[in-house]
């Protein structure tokens, strides 16, 4: 359901690897961090809902580009660069350092939780627009809807229910917090895994997708609602409504809204499988960056530049990946998944054929089969990837500003040095 994600329910959706043990495993951005003193572990965003972006392997990992106690690489301890034998210019160029990995993991997450919020307000208004004759595919097209939002309702249209999102992160973190406290569930598999420990541990997910899971239904309701006929709403309008979704109260709703008990399947398979897909590909990634930088060690020709940008990267390349694959993998899922938190709950969307005017959601599905046999019979194969263009814009947008911060950190360390 985001992530973003953190990778991204970036939705229940969505949007790290190495962690300290506090951290906590899980948008889809972006997720607590570890000691404050240490910029390494801002590197990654809060987890969307459902499938949380981070599966710690293991208890305690050092930066990638830091030798081991066990490697070849061992020796005695090297000044900081740019000084020696730990003077005031090592001293400047650790704290630059510092400095500079703490940047770099907040550019990331602002630009996975606030820079890409519009591409996910559009691309959720496209999922669960059945009238919609322009599936935006492409990101040319989405760049052009998105300018016609903008010029019709303000830039509000845009970054609608961003809040929200915020609300369901903070409820995800602390609903997985509070049941592993009281129970034997583990939040981080280490390196000693086995099958039990796995179910345990994906059991905990699962637990803590459905405790979010009407929270994120209201959560989906404010990114889709059009500004037109929107109210100005409280910031914790979002924990009302969830309340009320649960209770049966608050806001008035059709019969054909869904019982949260139809949606528990759902929300939950999203969210697993975005969990796990990240995970694995996160862990993927890493180890095979972990390898390029243990060969470049070994064959002595990496700069002080070079090993300081592979403390910091090789986690945020990873996330980047994992998020990406996950949502493009899981996307029609997404799609099939938005339509039936929306179904019954009077919610009404800007026309995304035209930029302007307002639309009814009138769907009838039955359930999760039902609404999957009917895309596919009446919007084709492609009605699953309806607003796949933001998708793009968000990852080239992501990857285009990952690549700035590292221009800017190696143009640092090297006057630094």
């Known amino acids: ?161 961003m809040g929200s999102t915020f609300i369901v992160q903070g409820v995800t973190l602390g609903a997985e917090g509070i049941i592993s406290e009281f129970t034997p569930l583990p939040r981080e598999i280490s390196h000693k895994w086995n099958p039990k420990q796995i179910g345990e541990h994906l059991l905990l997910k699962s637990l803590t997708y459905m405790v979010a899971m009407p929270f994120y239904s209201a959560s989906l309701i404010e990114t889709v609602q059009s500004e037109i006929i929107r109210d100005n709403t409280g910031i914790l309008e979002c924990i009302r409504e969830g309340i009320g979704r649960v209770i049966g109260l608050g806001v008035p709703h059709s019969k054909r809204l869904l019982p949260l008990l139809s949606l528990i399947f759902p929300t939950v398979l999203h969210g697993v499988l975005h969990y796990i897909i990240s995970s694995v590909i996160q862990k993927f990634v890493l180890l095979i960056l972990k390898r390029k930088t243990y060969s470049s060690h070994l064959a002595e020709t990496t700069s002080p530049v070079q090993s300081m940008l592979d403390a910091y990267f090789p986690e945020l390349i990873a996330n980047f990946a994992a998020s990406l694959c996950s949502d493009v993998i899981l996307y029609p899922l997404e799609t099939v998944l938005h339509r039936l938190h929306i179904q019954g709950t009077r919610t009404i969307i800007d026309n995304t054929d035209l930029g302007y005017e307002v639309l009814p959601i009138n769907t009838q599905y039955e359930g999760m089969r039902d609404c999957i046999n009917t895309i596919r019979q009446e919007e084709g194969v492609l009605g699953f990837y309806k607003g796949f263009g933001a998708v793009i814009i968000q990852y080239t947008l992501h990857a285009a500003v990952l690549q700035i911060t590292k221009i800017i950190y190696s143009t640092l360390l090297q006057n630094s040095v």
């Open 1 to 161: 359901m985001h992530p973003r994600r953190p990778d991204g329910f970036d939705g229940l959706g969505y949007r790290g690897g190495a962690r300290d043990e506090q951290a906590v495993g899980g948008a889809f951005p972006a997720r607590p961090f570890g000691s404050a003193s240490d910029p390494t572990h801002w590197v990654t965003s809060p987890p969307d809902i459902p499938g949380s972006r981070n599966l710690h392997w293991a208890d305690r990992s050092p930066p990638y580009g830091a030798p081991g106690p066990s490697t070849p690489l061992d020796g005695p301890e090297q000044p900081c660069p740019g000084g020696g034998g730990g003077g005031a210019p090592g001293r400047s160029s650790e704290q630059l350092n510092r400095f500079a990995g703490f940047g770099i993991g907040l550019a990331s997450l602002f630009t996975e939780n606030v820079l890409a919020h519009p591409c996910i307000v559009l691309r959720r208004q496209c999922q669960v627009n059945y009238h919609a004759r322009h599936y935006h595919l492409t990101p040319f097209t989405v760049i052009n809807i998105m300018y016609s939002f903008n010029k019709t309702q303000g830039p509000r249209a845009l970054w609608k229910g």
